[in-house]
């Protein structure tokens, strides 16, 4: 058997003498680095529920659930942290910049899943014809800001901003049967208003 190299032997007893390079975790807390990607978290401020975070999220690991009862609508995002890959996704295709961020939060071991769940809930608009659903009241109203005087020449932000200044418009949102061109300034989705534009010019549906 060849005896240890000079070097060998002098790498064996720096190591057994010198500090382990690893944390005392769980003992005490450990502090990530800066850029440390852990744990995805809504922000309830700056989140708009556009959805994008659930459409690019390349394993799945956010579901966008649309909920519509008694003719109320909400939509519930729910980040499940045992399928993200932290990949960051999500931060970098939102489309406010602060919607959801890559937080420091590493230690996300759980007995039950919802323990650890992030969910943000928004309001929903719906086309007052068919019920079917526009979008959250908080995108729009986030797109008419980005927008500023171009979001006049849309008609479902228009009627968001005169709700907003609580300006009276005279002209109640309710429909006969069906939709006609009186009636696509109201808030209804593309479909009906599409049907609003075809039935007035006496086109076939």
Request: net charge neutral; with cysteine.
């Amino acid at each position: 058997m060849k005896k240890p190299k000079i070097r060998e032997l002098c790498e064996a007893l720096r190591s057994f003498f010198s500090r382990p390079f690893t944390t005392t975790f769980p003992l005490t807390a450990h502090e990530p680095a800066k850029k440390f990607r852990g744990k995805p978290e809504y922000n309830e401020d700056t989140c708009v529920g556009c959805g994008a975070c659930f459409q690019v999220c390349p394993s799945k690991a956010i579901d966008m659930v649309d909920e519509i009862k008694d003719g109320l609508g909400r939509r519930i995002l729910i980040h499940h942290p045992k399928d993200c890959l932290f990949c960051g996704e999500c931060e970098r295709n939102c489309i406010t910049g602060d919607g959801i961020k890559l937080s420091r939060i590493f230690d996300i071991a759980y007995f039950d899943e919802k323990d650890v769940q992030d969910r943000i809930e928004h309001e929903l608009l719906l086309c007052k014809h068919c019920g079917q659903v526009i979008g959250a009241v908080k995108h729009l109203t986030w797109i008419r800001k980005k927008l500023g005087n171009l979001a006049f020449s849309q008609p479902v932000l228009i009627s968001r901003f005169t709700g907003e200044i609580r300006l009276a418009t005279g002209a109640e949102e309710s429909f006969s049967g069906e939709t006609d061109r009186t009636d696509i300034l109201k808030t209804v989705c593309p479909g009906c208003r599409r049907l609003a534009f075809i039935s007035d010019e006496g086109g076939e549906r």
